[in-house]
Nanobody
Framework: QLQLVESGGGLVQPGGSLRLSCAAS????????IGWFRQAPGNEREGVSC????????HYADSVKGRFTISRDNAKNTVYLQLNSLNPEDTAVYYC??????????????????????????WGQGTQVTVSS
């Protein structure tokens, strides 16, 4: 069964940290770039960070640069997103998605396609991150 399953969300105080995981099954994981996206109520979905199949290419939204770190373990079919120095503006449902990138398509482009759900091959169900004191 093809699926992506997110975990690791929760309630954290401002300045705190979380690590999100995106576990994949049912497809050849290393062929796919993986992105983390988030959507807060009333807001458009935003591309947070994306990583290429080998893990050598990454992209971060300006709003999370220096605070979030994306990584992947292809042996475990899992992508991680380390969230540090969280603030209330980071509160959202976080989703991971997979896309097999064509020639010349960068992970930056992948992240920028966030509002276009059908552009991606697979989506997870999301995990809630709430930053509040």
């Amino acid at each position: 069964q093809l699926q992506l399953v997110e975990s690791g969300g929760g309630l954290v105080q401002p300045g705190g940290s979380l690590r999100l995981s995106c576990a994949a099954s049912g497809f050849t994981f290393y062929y796919y770039a993986i992105g983390w996206f988030r959507q807060a109520p009333g807001n458009e979905r935003e591309g947070v960070s994306c990583i290429g199949g080998s893990g050598s290419s990454t992209h971060y939204a300006d709003s999370v640069k220096g605070r979030f770190t994306i990584s992947r373990d292809n042996a475990k079919n899992t992508v991680y997103l380390q969230l540090n120095s969280l603030n209330p503006e980071d509160t959202a449902v976080y989703y991971c998605a997979a896309a097999r990138l064509g020639d010349g398509v960068t992970v930056q482009a992948m992240c920028l396609m966030a509002p276009h759900e059908a552009w991606y091959d697979y989506w997870g169900q999301g995990t809630q991150v709430t930053v509040s004191s």
